[in-house]
């Protein structure tokens, strides 16, 4: 018996009776809250498409892509996010335009960031930078006590967010970016919006970082660090907690390392996938 919701199988076609293509989670069309996936992915372009606004690098976006420059000789500063599902044709597609993008501005190379599985993309000079675990943790709970002597603020000036950055770069560590220059990464027109920054002191110390972009109905984690000689004592952990729970009412997502993932999963998060993420210009 067919689905009362859904065409019939009867009818032999992959589309609905009014010629509407079916809901696959990754239409152009399609709503948010439809795919918690699709939703992280257009959280993580909106952090993208505020810090290019906002800060006036290049931006050009569609349906199906967002690029992004920032003339940065990092790749985690300029990128190419894939929005939709894409064949292997529409795929080299996009890597055309991403290209002639980057050429048209800074030249750099950038960080293509697929949420679904790509095909090997060496032969096009791009290498892979890994398939880092797409996290999600739904409403609910609360943070663990703050660590001892931690002081979690979020960054409102040019002085705390200088503090962000130089933590960011060094605790990441983004080795393009070493040794630290000042204003290299983010200033002090990316603050306010959609995306927040958070450094954590200790002794007035800034050894820790945190972020979150509140898009698509959710917290979108992002930008957690710590500086070596902090890590240990739960004060990453601390970070991830104040923007998992930024908006209260909000699920949030991440972007795991394998070796992060445990501690994510200890806080609630599941994994839902794997991105994909190549280097290459």
Known sequence: MADATHPSSESGSGESRSNTPLETGWLSTTPEGDVFLRDAVEAVAERVRHLATTMGHRLAEDQDLILSDHDSPSIFANKAILLTAASESGLMSHLKRAREFM???????????????????????????????????????????????????????????????????????????????????????????????????????????????????????????????????????????????????????????????????????VAMSRCTLWAGG
């Open 103 to 269: 050429k048209q501005g800074s030249g750099n190379q950038f960080l293509l960031w697929s949420p679904l599985p790509t095909p090997d993309l060496t032969a096009e000079g791009f290498s892979l930078v890994g398939h880092p675990p797409v996290m999600y943790r739904p409403v609910g709970g609360a943070s663990v006590p703050t660590p001892k002597g931690l002081e979690i603020v979020e960054a409102l000036d040019e002085a705390t967010l200088r503090d962000f950055e130089k933590v960011f770069v060094e605790g990441f560590p983004i080795g393009d970016l070493l040794p630290y220059r000042p204003k290299s990464f983010i200033d002090e027109r990316a603050i306010g919006g959609s995306v927040r920054f958070f450094v954590g002191y200790v002794d007035g110390k800034p050894v820790a970082t945190g972020g979150v972009c509140v898009a698509r109905g959710m917290n979108m984690v992002e930008f957690i660090a710590t500086l070596p000689d902090a890590r240990g004592r739960g004060i990453g952990e601390a970070m991830t907690w104040k923007a998992t729970l930024y908006e209260p009412s909000l699920p949030a997502a991440l972007v795991a390392s394998d070796l992060g993932r445990p501690i994510y999963e200890r806080m609630g998060f």
